[in-house]
């Protein structure tokens, strides 16, 4: 092989040896670790736990539920405003842009510490709501009250990730469609939704990802005693009366299994979609 070659291999290096350290290395350790049981053996009994305990498994549904619905709350929100916003001028759009920007990393105890002031039992919103009768009986720290926390950043991240899509499409494409005499909604089916459709599930995956992988809200919101997957993960490598890092890694482990699974289904999604456009 020539030598000019490897000069791309020689700057990649750097960017291989980060890759190599701080994500495969870790990604092999607790992959190993999960198959320890605590007498130092190897054994499958760590995901044999996981998997026949309905306390885990119950952490397991109340993940994939807030997480699936507020990324399909956020992912719906954020394509109407981004397709508004192809309706509003620069300054506008920069500007709500830069706003979705910061609500996108307003997260953990300083958002957890907002909603109890708004939605809380007490909180300015939930007493007006009770006042008028609107309310119901929505609770700020069950898996609904979550679901309307988690969709407060997912909201803006699924923006800011669909926008460049939006703004690739052209108005030429619009504009032909009515000559030819189609209408807006036909227009939307069958011309910008499917060009979109990448985009969408692409974000889509990026949103429940984020939301499987939330912590900090959670646990400054309800101090650890909402089941969920990353609570139970915490409380097993940093609890106080005792530590089970082994059992810990084959939930993660299993975390991981389910993106990788999600991923696999969405980028086959991807492919059709492609493929059919």
């Not at 300015?124 to 069950?142: D, E």
């Not at 950043?153 to 926008?163: E, G, N, S, T, V």
């Not at 912590?215 to 089941?227: D, E, F, I, K, Q």
């Amino acid at each position: 092989m020539k030598r000019t070659n490897w000069r791309p291999l020689l700057v990649l290096l750097p960017f291989i040896v980060l890759i190599g350290l701080f994500q495969l290395a870790p990604l092999v350790w607790v992959i190993i670790n999960s198959l320890f049981n605590d007498s130092g053996s190897l054994s499958l009994s760590n995901y044999q736990q996981v998997l026949t305990s309905p306390f885990y498994l119950q952490a397991f549904e109340h993940s994939l539920i807030i997480a699936l619905s507020s990324s399909v709350i956020g992912l719906i929100l954020a394509t109407i405003g981004c397709a508004s916003l192809r309706h509003t001028s620069k300054r506008v759009r920069n500007g709500l842009l830069a706003f979705a920007n910061m609500t996108s990393n307003f997260v953990g105890v300083p958002l957890a510490f907002a909603f109890v002031i708004i939605l809380g039992f007490n909180g300015m919103i939930t007493l007006i709501l009770r006042h008028i009768g609107w309310l119901g009986g929505f609770n700020l720290y069950n898996t609904s009250g979550l679901t309307v926390i988690y969709s407060y950043f997912q909201i803006p991240l699924a923006m800011l990730l669909l926008y460049p899509a939006f703004d690739a499409l052209k108005k030429d494409w619009q504009e032909a469609a009515f000559l030819l005499g189609a209408d807006n909604k036909y227009y939307w089916r069958r011309i910008a939704l499917p060009v979109l459709t990448p985009a969408l599930l692409g974000t889509f995956i990026i949103l429940i990802a984020n939301g499987l992988g939330t912590y900090a809200t959670v646990y400054a919101l309800t101090s650890g005693n909402y089941n969920i997957v990353t609570v139970r993960i915490a409380s097993l490598v940093s609890g106080d009366i005792f530590l089970e890092p082994n059992l810990a890694a084959a939930i993660s482990v299993l975390l991981m299994v389910i993106l990788v699974v999600i991923t696999v289904i969405n980028q086959k999604v991807i492919q059709r979609s492609y493929h059919v456009s």
